[in-house]
Antibody, heavy 118, light 109 residues
Framework: QLQLQESGPGLVKPSETLSLTCSVS??????????WGWIRQPPGKGLEWIGS???????FYNPSLMSRVTISVDTSKRQFSLRMSSVTAADTAVFYC??????????WGQGTLVSVSS | SSELTQDPAVSVALGQTVTITCQGD??????PTWYQQKPGQAPVLVIY???KRPSGIPDRFSGSSSGNTASLTITGAQAEDEADYYC????????????FGAGTKVTVL
């Protein structure tokens, strides 16, 4: 069964770059018509889609974040990654990686809390 | 871009039926999905393609859609259904862009 696991630093300084990796197991990262995405959730708030990547490297970003976000995929390592630059305290959130079809996010990682603080 | 609007909170008596709604222009074009999230846990898909349930989701959960409004109904709510519920839909503004509603807190009394 498909499983996803986020990893990365839990604390990032303001103005620096947040980097997270999601490891995929239990299924192929190169599945057709299946995408890999990042979603964040600030403490006590709702979900926000950040962006997604396809196994061929095609990317799709939330317009409100795309100037600061890069998502990439490494099929040889069965991983995909998120980089978010120039972070502020407002970027403090639980970050989830997820697998999705064109319509539904059907597999989620457990989430990882990233705090932005000096 | 579009938005998805949900009521912040609803309550339901144990064993009764509750319907939560999600409004947005994108729902006219794309199938809505619904996720359940309990405290400290990742969201779980409960309804996709407007009214389909993934394996393992009880049949007391059902979905529907009309015009710009999607609905999630819990028929015979159980204590374990107390959670936040988020609607989700592709955004009509661009290819493979996604929106989430702000979530509805369902309290089972």
């Amino acid at each position: 069964q498909l499983q996803l696991q986020e990893s990365g630093p839990g604390l990032v300084k303001p103005s620096e770059t947040l980097s997270l990796t999601c490891s995929v197991s239990g299924d192929s990262i190169s599945k057709n018509n299946y995408y890999w995405g990042w979603i964040r959730q600030p403490p006590g708030k709702g979900l926000e889609w950040i962006g997604s990547v396809y196994h061929d490297g095609s990317t799709f970003y939330n317009p409100s974040l795309m100037s600061r976000v890069t998502i990439s995929v490494d099929t040889s390592k069965r991983q995909f990654s998120l980089r978010m630059s120039s972070v502020t305290a407002a970027d403090t959130a639980v970050f989830y990686c997820a697998g999705h079809t064109g319509a539904a996010f059907d597999r989620w990682g457990q989430g990882t809390l990233v705090s932005v603080s000096s | 871009s579009s938005e998805l609007t949900q009521d912040p909170a609803v309550s339901v008596a144990l064993g009764q039926t509750v319907t939560i709604t999600c409004q947005g222009d994108s729902i006219r074009s794309y199938y809505p999905t619904w996720y359940q999230q309990k405290p400290g846990q990742a969201p779980v898909l409960v309804i996709y393609g407007t009214n389909k349930r993934p394996s393992g989701i009880p049949d007391r959960f059902s979905g529907s859609s009309s015009g710009n409004t999607a609905s999630l109904t819990i028929t015979g709510a159980q204590a374990e259904d107390e959670a936040d519920y988020y609607c989700n839909c592709r955004d009509s503004i661009g290819n493979l862009h996604y929106l989430f509603g702000a979530g509805t807190k369902v309290t089972v009394l």
